[in-house]
């Protein structure tokens, strides 16, 4: 069978080599960066086509002979990207961080008889399989919460920061209103916002603060509260608030000495180089997701524990093997016939599957990404709100 990965930054470049390892599939890697497709070459069963994917136009000649298209472009571009790949009728498996709401797809994905897994990544991605499998077990889930985050394994002033998955996609984090629940009700804030410390054994100390990384869960999930929140060193949120307010991040254009510039375009480029992960360094990925609700009367509460690190054996960074890893896995499911469902399907449908779930955590367990799940049963004052 032939996948097409469309965009391999250091995540696809994961992916490409992951899926790789299967004889039964060859593999085409697509990307306009020179460099990240010499990083590919002599894989086995790996092809390499240079070609830009801004022009959504020219994607249906691209993948005409593919059995599954894994979409790894920036969110800027993935909801036109993943449109296209529907439109030729192709599954697909979604890992670009677009704003736009993937369920107005679904009509088209049914009407092509397409399977498109979308947020296929870690966060959102494994965070909303944990919380389709537990919705699935209680009766009524009451709680979601999820603190999540990919740092460098050395923090580094003046940043506290590198940038582990696409630099873009971090702004629009930074940027982008979020979106959370609150009594059954959506409240949003603005992005950086209610910083609060937080201890993680193995790491230290850690600020969480209010990203919009609920999406499809607040469509899919019945619970009154839910939140995800964006874990970073202290320090760089209220660095990021100073370059947000004062206009850095804009997209509308200035004049600057008789010349247009759109402010974000001048930081992105000032940034991204700097927040660039050197050879040789490292970086670190660490969730918690908690889960609360009933069944049969008691009270639960589910959490999940998530520390991965970077692999020095195949110097893949910890970003690429949770994210990628998981859209590799996946797509072997939907390839397979494992995972079925036609249309728009968020990963939290991964989760309520019991053998999609197992298979998920199995594969996991291969790649030595380890997840604990712990739980325990709760008085009423137990409970958060």
């Given at each position: 069978?032939?996948?097409?990965?469309?965009?391999?930054?250091?995540v696809g470049?994961?992916?490409?080599?992951?899926l790789?390892?299967?004889?039964?599939l060859?593999?085409?890697?697509?990307?306009?960066?020179?460099?990240?497709?010499?990083?590919?070459?002599?894989?086995?069963q790996?092809?390499?086509?240079?070609?830009?994917l801004?022009?959504?136009?020219?994607?249906?000649?691209?993948i005409?002979?593919?059995?599954?298209?894994?979409?790894?472009?920036?969110?800027?571009?993935?909801?036109?990207?993943?449109?296209?790949?529907?439109?030729?009728?192709k599954?697909?498996?979604d890992i670009?961080?677009?704003?736009?709401?993937p369920?107005?797809?679904?009509?088209?994905?049914?009407?092509?008889?397409?399977t498109?897994?979308?947020?296929?990544?870690?966060?959102?991605?494994l965070?909303?399989?944990?919380?389709?499998?537990?919705?699935?077990?209680?009766?009524?889930?009451?709680?979601?919460?999820?603190?999540?985050?990919?740092l460098p394994?050395?923090?580094?002033?003046?940043?506290?920061?590198?940038?582990?998955?696409?630099?873009i996609?971090?702004?629009?984090e930074?940027?982008r209103?979020?979106?959370?629940?609150e009594y059954?009700?959506?409240?949003?804030?603005?992005?950086?916002s209610?910083?609060?410390?937080?201890?993680?054994?193995g790491?230290?100390?850690?600020?969480?603060f209010?990203?919009?990384?609920?999406?499809?869960?607040?469509r899919?999930l019945?619970?009154?509260?839910?939140?995800?929140?964006?874990?970073r060193y202290?320090g760089?949120?209220?660095?990021?608030?100073?370059?947000?307010?004062?206009?850095?991040?804009d997209?509308?254009?200035?004049?600057?000495?008789?010349i247009?510039?759109?402010?974000?375009a001048?930081?992105?480029?000032l940034?991204?180089?700097?927040?660039?992960?050197?050879?040789?360094?490292?970086?670190f990925?660490?969730?918690?997701?908690?889960?609360?609700?009933e069944?049969k009367g008691?009270?639960?509460r589910?959490t999940?524990?998530?520390?991965?690190?970077?692999?020095?054996?195949?110097?893949?960074?910890?970003?690429?093997?949770?994210?990628?890893?998981?859209?590799?896995?996946?797509?072997?499911?939907?390839?397979r016939?494992?995972?079925?469902?036609?249309g728009?399907?968020p990963?939290?449908?991964?989760g309520?599957?019991?053998?999609?779930?197992?298979?998920?955590?199995?594969?996991?367990s291969?790649?030595n990404?380890?997840?604990?799940?712990t739980?325990?049963?709760l008085?009423?004052?137990?409970?958060?709100?």
């Open positions: 069978m032939h996948v097409i990965v469309l965009g391999v930054g250091r470049q994961a992916m490409v080599k992951d790789a390892q299967d004889g039964g060859t593999i085409t890697a697509v990307d306009n960066n020179l460099m990240a497709l010499v990083a590919l070459e002599g894989v086995p790996v092809q390499t086509l240079h070609a830009d801004r022009d959504s136009r020219g994607v249906p000649a691209l005409a002979d593919a059995d599954l298209v894994i979409c790894a472009v920036p969110g800027f571009m993935g909801f036109e990207t993943l449109r296209t790949v529907i439109a030729a009728g599954h697909a498996v670009s961080f677009f704003e736009e709401d369920f107005l797809l679904d009509g088209l994905a049914r009407d092509h008889g397409v498109a897994v979308v947020d296929c990544g870690v966060a959102p991605g965070c909303n399989i944990l919380a389709g499998h537990v919705a699935s077990v209680l009766e009524r889930l009451e709680r979601y919460v999820c603190y999540v985050g990919g394994q050395v923090r580094q002033w003046p940043y506290e920061y590198k940038a582990v998955f696409s630099p996609d971090v702004l629009e930074y940027t209103p979020a979106r959370f629940v059954g009700r959506e409240v949003v804030r603005p992005a950086l209610d910083p609060e410390l937080l201890d993680f054994p790491i230290g100390t850690l600020e969480a209010n990203t919009d990384g609920l999406r499809t869960l607040q899919t019945t619970a009154p509260f839910m939140k995800e929140k964006t874990l202290p760089h949120a209220e660095l990021m608030r100073v370059f947000r307010e004062t206009g850095l991040f997209k509308t254009s200035v004049e600057v000495e008789g247009s510039v759109r402010p974000i001048l930081t992105s480029r940034l991204f180089e700097r927040w660039q992960l050197q050879a040789g360094e490292q970086d990925t660490v969730m918690q997701v908690i889960l609360e609700g069944q008691r009270q639960f589910y999940y524990e998530l520390l991965d690190h970077y692999d020095v054996i195949t110097q893949t960074t910890s970003m690429a093997r949770t994210t990628g890893y998981t859209a590799a896995i996946i797509a072997r499911q939907v390839l016939g494992q995972f079925a469902q036609r728009i399907c990963p939290e449908n991964i309520r599957d019991a053998a999609c779930y197992a298979d998920l955590l199995a594969e996991y291969r790649r990404i380890l997840v604990r799940e739980v325990a049963t008085e009423a004052s137990d409970l958060h709100v």
